[in-house]
C-alpha cells in the first residue's frame, strides 16, 4: 500500500484502497461525475479517500440494470442447484479475501481490524452459505382437502429489491439482506451509508468475481437525502429493506406505504442487560462488558442498560467501573486492541454530550466520559473513553435514548418484577439479556420480556434460522431464514382439480 494517506499500516496489509468510490451498475464501476464526499479514517481523522454521490439519474441506472436482469438474465428462473453453486462461490471468494476486506472496514470504521475479521467479514460470508443450505431445503405447501381438488402454494420472487444498510457493521449487515434478496431469486440496488464504503464496494466487485450475473447486485453510494430518498421513492423498486435509526426508518416506510411497498425495518434498540444475584457473576461481568464496549459501542443490540439486582450492585458496578477504565483504546489495526475509536466527529460529540447530560440529570459518572487522549498519529482521532453512568432514574435521557456508542448506564431493582418493569420501560424492544442460574426466574422474563429476542446467560448469539428483529419502535417485520424467505417472495396458490370437474353450463336455452 503505497498511498501516503494512510498513517498507520500494519505489515501484511498491503491492500490497495480506492481513490475514488463509484458506484457499480451492470456490473461495472461508473466513472465518476457527482458530488465528491471524503472517506475519513477514523483513527486519525485523516481522509483516505473519496465517495462519489449518485444522484437520482444514477440511481434510476441502477435500478433500471436491476429490472433488466430480474427480466431476462435468467437469475430469477435459476435452478435451486445452480443459484446455490454461485451462493456457496461467493461465499469462498469472500472468505479467501477476509482480509482484504476487514482492512478496507476498519479503514472507514474504526472497528478492532480483529473483530472484523475474525466475526463480520466471516459472517458475511456465512450469510451466503446460510441462504445456500436454506433454498436447498424450502417447501412449498399442498391443500388436499377439499374434495376433487388440490391446491398447491408456490414462491416466487418479488422483483427488484432496495437494501439500504447502516454505517456500525457494514458488511456484515448488507451482505445478509444480499445474500436473503438473491437466493430467493430477486435482484438488487444496494445502498450503504456514505460514511462507509470502502469494504462493500470491494465486496459487490467480488460478487461478480465470483460470477455472478451482471446487474442482479447493483451497488449506489451517497447521502441518505440524496442517493436513499432517490432509491426508496423510485417506482420500479418493489421492496425495501432498511436497518438504521427509527426516525429514519419511519420516513422510509411512510413513503413506502404511499406506493404499497413492502418493507422490513430494522431499528435502533436500548437492551436491557438484567444481572440477578442467583447470576453466574463473573460470566455476567465479561458478558456486560463484552455487550456495551464490543465493536466500539456502536451495536444495536449493545446491552445499554445495565439493571443490577440491588444487593450485588455495588460489587458488580464497582467491578464493571475499573474493568471499563482498563480497556486497552488504539490503533484498531493492531490486534491487541480493545476499544477502537467512533465512526465520525459528529458521532463522538453526539455521545460525550450524553455524558454532559448524564451529569445534568444527576447521574453518577463512574468511568470515563472524555476523548481518550491519543499520540502521534491516533491523535486527532475519534476516541472516547469507555464510559458508565449510575443513573437516577430509568426514565432519564442516558436511559431512554439510543446513544451508540461505549457508553453503559446502570440501574438498580430490589425484585424481579421491578426488574422487568424497567427492562420494558422503553420505546424499543430489539433485544434483552438475562443472567440468572435460577430457572424459574429465566422462564419468567423468558415471558414477561418486551422484545423480539432474549438471551439468557450468554452475550449476544445470532442464530441465522430463527427470526431476528424487533418489537415496538425498534422494527418492523424479521430477517432469518424463514422470516426472509416470507419478505423476499410472492407467494401463489395454484389449484387443480384432480379430475375432470362438473361445470354449470350456461347459455343452452
Ligand atoms: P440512519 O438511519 O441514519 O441511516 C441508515 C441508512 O439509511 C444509511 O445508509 C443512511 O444513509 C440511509 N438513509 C438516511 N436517510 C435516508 C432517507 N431519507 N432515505 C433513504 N435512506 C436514508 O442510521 P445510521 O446509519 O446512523 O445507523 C445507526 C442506526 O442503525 C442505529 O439506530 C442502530 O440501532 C440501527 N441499527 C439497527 C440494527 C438492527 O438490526 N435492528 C443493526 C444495526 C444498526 P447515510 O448514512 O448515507 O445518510
Redesign the pocket.
Given at each position: 500500500m503505497d498511498d501516503p494517506r494512510i498513517p498507520v499500516p500494519q505489515p501484511g496489509q498491503g491492500f490497495p484502497v480506492p481513490e475514488t468510490v463509484t458506484s457499480i451498475i451492470d456490473g461495472q464501476p461508473v466513472p465518476a461525475r457527482g458530488k465528491r464526499i471524503p472517506v475519513f479514517y477514523p483513527a486519525t481523522g485523516r481522509p483516505v479517500s473519496t465517495l462519489i454521490e449518485a444522484d437520482a439519474a444514477e440511481v434510476d441506472a441502477a435500478v433500471a440494470s436491476a429490472r433488466r436482469a430480474f427480466q431476462s438474465s435468467g437469475w430469477a428462473q435459476l435452478s435451486t442447484e445452480k443459484r446455490q453453486q454461485q451462493l456457496l462461490a461467493i461465499h469462498d471468494t469472500i472468505l479467501a479475501h477476509a482480509d482484504e476486506l476487514a482492512f478496507l472496514e476498519c479503514l472507514n470504521l474504526g472497528v478492532v481490524m480483529r473483530e472484523l475479521r475474525e466475526r463480520q467479514i466471516r459472517r458475511a460470508a456465512y450469510n451466503f452459505r446460510f441462504f445456500a443450505e436454506f433454498i436447498g431445503q424450502a417447501k412449498g405447501d399442498v391443500y388436499d382437502q377439499m374434495a376433487g381438488y388440490r391446491s398447491i402454494v408456490v414462491r416466487e420472487p418479488v422483483g427488484v429489491a432496495a437494501l439500504?444498510?447502516?454505517?456500525?457493521?457494514p458488511t456484515a449487515?448488507a451482505s445478509m439482506k444480499v445474500a436473503a434478496a438473491i437466493a430467493f431469486g430477486n435482484t438488487c440496488v444496494l445502498?450503504?451509508?456514505?460514511?462507509t464504503p470502502l469494504a462493500i464496494h470491494r465486496f459487490v466487485a467480488l460478487l461478480h468475481e465470483a460470477g455472478l450475473p451482471p446487474g442482479v447486485v447493483n451497488l449506489v453510494n451517497?447521502?441518505?437525502?440524496i442517493?436513499?430518498?432517490a432509491?426508496?421513492a423510485h417506482r420500479d423498486v418493489d421492496l425495501i429493506s432498511?436497518?438504521?435509526?427509527?426516525?429514519?426508518?419511519r420516513?422510509?416506510m411512510a413513503s413506502a406505504g404511499r406506493r404499497l411497498k413492502p418493507c422490513t425495518m430494522?431499528?435502533?434498540?436500548k437492551s436491557a442487560n438484567i444481572i440477578f444475584a442467583s447470576a453466574d457473576i463473573e460470566r455476567a461481568l465479561d458478558a456486560a462488558l463484552v455487550g456495551i464496549y464490543s465493536n466500539n459501542g456502536q451495536?444495536?443490540?449493545a446491552g445499554s442498560r445495565i439493571l443490577v439486582e440491588r444487593r450485588i450492585a455495588d460489587d458488580f458496578i464497582g467491578r464493571f467501573a475499573e474493568r471499563a477504565r482498563r480497556i486497552r483504546i488504539g490503533d484498531p489495526m493492531d490486534d491487541a486492541t480493545e476499544l477502537g475509536p467512533l465512526a465520525s466527529a459528529a458521532h463522538r460529540k453526539r455521545v460525550l454530550d450524553f455524558a454532559e447530560t448524564a451529569r445534568t440529570e444527576g447521574g453518577r459518572l463512574i468511568a470515563g466520559g472524555a476523548p481518550a487522549r491519543m499520540t502521534g498519529d491516533l491523535a486527532e482521532g475519534f476516541f472516547v473513553e469507555p464510559t458508565a453512568v449510575v443513573a437516577q432514574s430509568s426514565r432519564s435521557r442516558v436511559c431512554q435514548d439510543?446513544i451508540?456508542g461505549p457508553f453503559a448506564t446502570f440501574l438498580t431493582f430490589d425484585s424481579y418484577e421491578q426488574a422487568i418493569e424497567i427492562a420494558n420501560d422503553t420505546t424499543f424492544g430489539?433485544v434483552s439479556y438475562v443472567w440468572s442460574d435460577h430457572l424459574p426466574t429465566v422462564e419468567r422474563a423468558g415471558r414477561d420480556l418486551r422484545s423480539g429476542v432474549v438471551w439468557v446467560n450468554t452475550p449476544m448469539v445470532r442464530e441465522l434460522r430463527a427470526p431476528?428483529?424487533?418489537y415496538k419502535d425498534?422494527?418492523v417485520g424479521r430477517e432469518g431464514g424463514e422470516a426472509c424467505q416470507h419478505f423476499y417472495t410472492e407467494v401463489k396458490t395454484i389449484t387443480v382439480p384432480t379430475g375432470p370437474v362438473a361445470v354449470r353450463r350456461l347459455g343452452l336455452g
Open positions: 439500504i444498510a447502516p454505517w456500525n457493521a449487515l445502498k450503504p451509508s456514505e460514511q451517497g447521502h441518505g437525502g442517493t436513499g430518498e432509491l426508496v432498511f436497518t438504521g435509526g427509527t426516525e429514519t426508518g420516513h422510509i430494522e431499528l435502533g434498540g451495536q444495536c443490540l439510543e451508540f430489539l431476528f428483529g424487533g425498534s422494527g
